[in-house]
């Protein structure tokens, strides 16, 4: 969770219905897990929620919160969570394994359906570009889950690195051979009982696993990341993402609904990849292509827009009324 020192929680929301927002903490694989619980102030009984996925970059507070802000306006509570290794949440440091982080959001979904305020069965999930791929993955898992929101997502993870890496690509996975070995001869150490077991291996800046095209809103991102986590990312979150292929997994979402938001000026994760799970996916499903704005875009200038898409959406798959709930 990327938040002021004193806990304050950044929602940059002007106007509108007032919304608590309160750090929680919840447990997975038995991990101690933070996350931000936003809520409507003003509700007529238990409200739908969704938990929220961040990305590959472990940044919550631009990425999803603002979002999360404007769905509880809405009517709809959100946990943003850190998933474990990032933010406050224990586990490995940085460590992406999307198997693990599908896990996480059940758990999440679990702790929401303990919670008086929220009802349990009406639990959605959402999240941005390698979150929004988490999202499909946990809907495709969890069948509690009744409405997938997934913003920017990438497809298939060998096809978004060869697009990433282009002809850099041989040589950053035979670095990864000589990290994989290096990790198996080092099978002690590292952070607790997960580190022992995946060994030590080689940090890296997120600009080696994500070179990302010049431009000033992304570089001010990247600097603002490396502040945040100077220790760097394992080298081993591309062998993670590899194999991880949402598009595969979409089927299994439906009769369940998936609502895709994707730019088509998305010059991180092309909408291509949107347009590939899209087309993987059963009924009911919506695909969205804004004609620019960029990755960030649905989750920064286009905030609002995608609240109105999101809300409408949700009103129609996870309120009690709704057709899916």
Excluded at 190 to 214: F, H
Aim: some cysteine; hydrophobic content about 40%; glycine content about 12%.
């Amino acid at each position: 969770m990327i938040v002021s020192a004193d806990d304050g929680i950044q929602l940059n929301l002007s106007g509108g219905p007032e919304v608590d927002a309160e750090i929680v903490h919840f447990r997975s694989d038995g991990l101690r897990l933070r996350g931000v619980l936003v809520t409507p102030r003003e509700r007529a009984g238990a409200v739908p929620a969704l938990v929220a996925s961040h990305g590959w970059s472990g940044a919550v507070n631009f990425r999803v919160l603002p979002l999360a802000g404007r769905l509880a306006q809405r009517g709809y509570a959100v946990l943003a969570i850190d998933h474990r290794g990032f933010g406050d949440s224990e586990g490995v440091r940085l460590r992406c394994d999307p198997a693990e982080q599908v896990r996480d959001v059940s758990a999440a979904a679990t702790y929401l359906a303990g919670r008086p305020e929220i009802d349990g069965s009406a639990l959605g999930v959402m999240g941005a570009s390698f979150g929004g791929a988490i999202a499909v993955a946990a809907a495709a898992a969890d069948e509690r889950l009744k409405a997938c929101l997934s913003l920017v997502p990438l497809a298939d993870g060998r096809r978004w690195l060869e697009e990433l890496h282009g002809a850099d690509l041989p040589a950053l996975l035979a670095r990864l051979d000589r990290d994989d070995a290096e990790r198996a001869r080092n099978g002690s150490g590292g952070d607790g009982a997960e580190g022992a077991r995946t060994g030590v291996g080689e940090r890296v800046p997120l600009s080696v696993l994500m070179p990302l095209p010049p431009s000033p809103a992304l570089d001010a991102e990247a600097a603002f990341i490396q502040s945040v986590y100077p220790e760097g990312y394992p080298l081993e979150n591309v062998r993670l993402a590899l194999d991880f292929s949402p598009e595969s997994l979409a089927p299994a979402i439906a009769p369940r609904a998936l609502c895709l938001i994707t730019p088509v000026d998305d010059t991180v994760i092309s909408a291509d990849h949107s347009r590939a799970v899209y087309a993987r996916a059963g009924e009911p499903k919506e695909l969205h292509l804004p004609p620019e704005g960029g990755h960030g875009g649905p989750m920064g200038p286009l905030t609002d827009t995608t609240a109105e898409i999101a809300e409408a959406f949700l009103d129609k798959h996870l309120r009690p009324s709704g057709g899916a709930s």
